[in-house]
């Protein structure tokens, strides 16, 4: 792989003892650095794709709104084929959207990835999954200024929707990547929202409905590495600076739909109303109660009310779960329950006082329909130990590092069923993600994109052992 200059190609000769990864000493690894200011500034350049709410009075202190296949999504995916082209890959897009980057190795074989995604939430920040795939390119650009020749292809990926704020079906695009999430489905999802814009119009408005079928055996991977935010306060509070991620929490994703019976607010009794909100008040709060009794988590984000007057009794409510647990068991306890209870309450039944000092109505009923159904996830053992050797060589010390399970999901869930994958988490500021306020340091940043490109180097180190054996 040429470099881009000469004079760029001599900067850390006397560092690097080869540019050969498969003959790489600890001391070479030691030698890959970012270029920080470069990084922090291409990360924030590129967040003029879609700049959301200003929090403060610096030019980088505004969240972002990049939902999925937006024009602003487009426009950062133009900015990453091109930026990516520029620094010799080539580049491939999918039938999702996906986009894979490709820099060439000595010789051919699947490419090891950095990975994560661009879209956001509407109310997000800065970092969150933006920060993997700018960690990515910038590993490119070591790489080329080191003239480093690894010895398989390694490469970036940018997956669609993995927030799942516009399309309802989070990190949808490396689930249909898997084989886990059908393409069909995929393609017919519809915007959240009054819109009736499908995942497949749009990749076809904005050009990246690409002719590569979504599946792992047209775009294989010897394996992926996502850098992260936390997204929690542990890593901030312990004062560590990176986590070793092993494991992510199961989850599901469920809509419920409570029908009752519209009426007059001013002429009908509370004993002869079925009030859908009403009930959907009760629901929601004994989620909160199942949740503490069963140690998971429980969060209702979209609440959708019809016929939506001021003087009508509510008829219909839709409204989210969203239902998070370490282990798949969890989950399966705290689903008949809800489904058990919510059932109950819907007749008119009273749950754990939920009904005192109120005044019984008319039965309502309740539908229940699953978005999402994900298992508690471990990732690959080498791929972890791989990324633990590389946050202790990068920070220094064993003690500023810890092992960790996610608590949210990520694409890194899905590429771990065909692939081998881990992940690497740098401080979120006061825990605070999905919020325009979300901060991780520069500094930060920076220590968690070493780790990444130590990781993935270290991995095609590995291979090419594996290979000469």
Not at 8 to 14: E, I, L, M, W, Y
Not at 114 to 142: C, F, K, N
Not at 303 to 328: H, K, M, Q, W, Y
Request: overall charge negative; aromatic content about 6%; glycine content about 8%.
């Amino acid at each position: 792989m040429a470099c881009k200059s000469a004079a760029t190609a001599s900067v850390g000769k006397q560092c690097f003892s080869t540019r050969i990864v498969r003959d790489f000493q600890e001391s070479d690894l030691k030698c890959l650095k970012v270029d920080r200011k470069r990084f922090n500034d291409t990360l924030h350049d590129t967040c003029k794709f879609g700049t959301g709410q200003r929090w403060g009075s610096a030019e980088t202190e505004t969240g972002m709104c990049r939902l999925s296949l937006t024009d602003s999504d487009k426009e950062a995916r133009d900015w990453f084929v091109e930026k990516t082209k520029s620094l010799g890959c080539q580049v491939t897009v999918d039938a999702m959207g996906n986009i894979f980057a490709v820099r060439p190795g000595r010789r051919e074989g699947p490419p090891t990835f950095a990975g994560s995604h661009l879209d956001t939430q509407p109310r997000g920040g800065r970092y969150d999954g933006i920060l993997g795939v700018l960690a990515g390119v910038e590993m490119l650009q070591v790489l080329n200024d080191h003239a480093i020749e690894t010895e398989f292809p390694v490469g970036v990926v940018n997956w669609t929707n993995e927030e799942g704020a516009r399309f309802p079906i989070i990190m949808v695009a490396s689930g249909v990547w898997s084989g886990r999430i059908p393409l069909e489905r995929a393609h017919q999802l519809e915007e959240v929202g009054s819109g009736k814009a499908t995942m497949k119009s749009e990749l076809e408005r904005i050009g990246y409905l690409g002719a590569t079928p979504a599946s792992h055996e047209s775009t294989p991977m010897a394996a992926h590495f996502e850098l992260h935010i936390e997204q929690g306060p542990i890593l901030e509070t312990t004062g560590q600076k990176v986590g070793v991620v092993t494991a992510a929490q199961a989850y599901r994703w469920f809509k419920v739909e409570v029908n009752g019976q519209e009426a007059h607010t001013g002429t009908t009794p509370l004993s002869n109303r079925a009030d859908a909100v009403l009930l959907t008040s009760y629901l929601i709060a004994h989620s909160h109660r199942l949740a503490t009794k069963h140690n998971c988590v429980a969060t209702t984000g979209i609440i959708e009310v019809s016929p939506g007057s001021v003087n009508t009794i509510p008829g219909n409510v839709r409204f989210t779960l969203d239902v998070r647990a370490p282990a798949d068991e969890t989950l399966d306890k705290m689903e008949s329950d809800m489904k058990r209870d919510f059932a109950s309450l819907a007749a008119g039944e009273d749950i754990g006082g939920l009904r005192i000092g109120g005044t019984r109505g008319k039965p309502l009923t309740v539908a229940w329909q699953t978005d999402a159904n994900t298992a508690a996830t471990r990732f690959h053992p080498e791929c972890v130990d791989i990324v633990r050797a590389s946050a202790v060589s990068v920070t220094g010390s064993d003690s500023l590092v810890r092992d960790m399970t996610s608590g949210a999901g990520h694409d890194s869930v899905y590429t771990n069923l065909q692939c081998p994958t881990s992940m690497i988490f740098v401080p979120s500021k006061d825990g605070i993600s999905h919020n325009p306020v979300e901060y991780t340091s520069p500094e930060e940043c920076a220590t968690g994109a070493e780790v990444l490109l130590q990781s993935v180097i270290r991995y095609d180190r590995l291979r090419s052992v594996r290979e000469a054996l």
